[in-house]
């Protein structure tokens, strides 16, 4: 079984970047073991180029931190380009990552994705603050996808 790392996903986007021309306009990463250096490349493809990514899956990528999460917001509010569907569950990034995206799209509304799909990252107690984001007129959220991040009985037993 082959798994895409962040060396290898280096690589791609610096063929990306040498050939924007025959870039997708969705990249489909889900699954695989991309960190926060991952998250860093696709940041410096969306900021260093005119590629204009329309969505992006990184679901599944448990190795992803605050500091990938900070990588893709950058990306987002740099360019003001949204992302139509930005796919980031099952990243256990839990109440701080999310408040790291939200304050990202406070930033800059305009590069709210349409649609956000945040399941299972164990956010917990930081819901209440996607309501600003929904306030700003600028904001292009449609959608929001928050399900299954109640605690799980793992999730109390390490406290």
């Known amino acids: 079984r082959c798994t895409l790392r962040d060396e290898g996903l280096k690589e791609i986007t610096l063929t990306l970047k040498s050939c924007p021309e025959a870039c997708p306009k969705k990249l489909y990463l889900g699954g695989n073991s991309i960190g926060d250096g991952g998250c860093v490349s696709i940041s410096d493809v969306r900021?260093?180029?005119?590629?204009?990514?329309k969505e992006i899956d990184l679901s599944r990528n448990s190795s992803i931190g605050l500091r990938g999460l900070q990588s893709i917001s950058t990306a987002l509010a740099m360019k003001g380009r949204p992302f139509e569907k930005l796919d980031l569950s099952f990243i256990p990034f839990g109440d701080a990552g999310f408040s790291e995206l939200v304050e990202a799209f406070l930033d800059c509304p305009k590069a709210t994705p349409k649609y956000l799909l945040l399941r299972y990252c164990r956010i917990y107690n930081s819901y209440w603050k996607i309501s600003r984001?929904?306030?700003?007129?600028?904001?292009?959220?449609?959608?929001?996808?928050?399900?299954?991040?109640s605690r799980l009985q793992s999730d109390t037993a390490e406290k």
């Open 133 to 149: 984001l929904l306030q700003c007129p600028d904001c292009s959220l449609v959608r929001i996808d928050l399900r299954n991040n």
């Open 47 to 53: 900021n260093n180029t005119k590629i204009d990514l």
